[in-house]
């Protein structure tokens, strides 16, 4: 089992940047790619980003966040970092960080095995 923390998430500016955590325990934390995901009210769930397994050499980002957004993973501390700028009305939601086994890197919700609970970014104009 995998338990999965999120934090960082709050209330900024438009234009300013967010730093989001997922502190991660249980299972070994490097076997699992990890991904992050956004949902606001009234939408579904969408990926974000993703790291690879073990030392986080591939990342993958959604349209909507290239560029603006970059992740990363430090395996000795087990958090991995969402770091988010540039930041806009469209991106307030409710971040979650998600686990998933193996070398591959998800993108599909249902292809994770573990979730957090999320947390809350708010974007003011």
């Known amino acids: 089992q995998v338990q999965l923390v999120e934090s960082g998430g709050g209330l900024v500016q438009a234009g300013g940047s967010l730093r989001l955590s997922c502190a991660a325990s249980?299972?070994?934390?490097?076997?699992?790619?990890m991904g992050w995901f956004r949902q606001a009210p009234g939408k579904e769930r969408e990926f974000v980003s993703a790291?690879?397994?073990?030392?986080?050499?591939?990342?993958t980002y959604s349209d909507s966040v290239k560029g603006r957004f970059t992740i990363s993973r430090d395996n000795a501390k087990n958090p991995v970092y969402p770091q988010m700028n540039s930041l806009k009305p469209e991106d307030p939601a409710v971040y979650f960080c998600?686990?998933?086994?193996?070398?591959?890197?998800?993108?599909?919700?249902?292809?994770?095995?573990?979730w957090g609970q999320g947390t809350q970014v708010t974007v003011s104009s």
């Open positions: 998600a686990a998933k086994s193996g070398l591959r890197i998800p993108s599909r919700v249902y292809e994770y095995d573990y």
């Open positions: 249980g299972r070994t934390f490097s076997s699992y790619a």
């Open positions: 790291v690879s397994s073990r030392n986080g050499a591939v990342t």
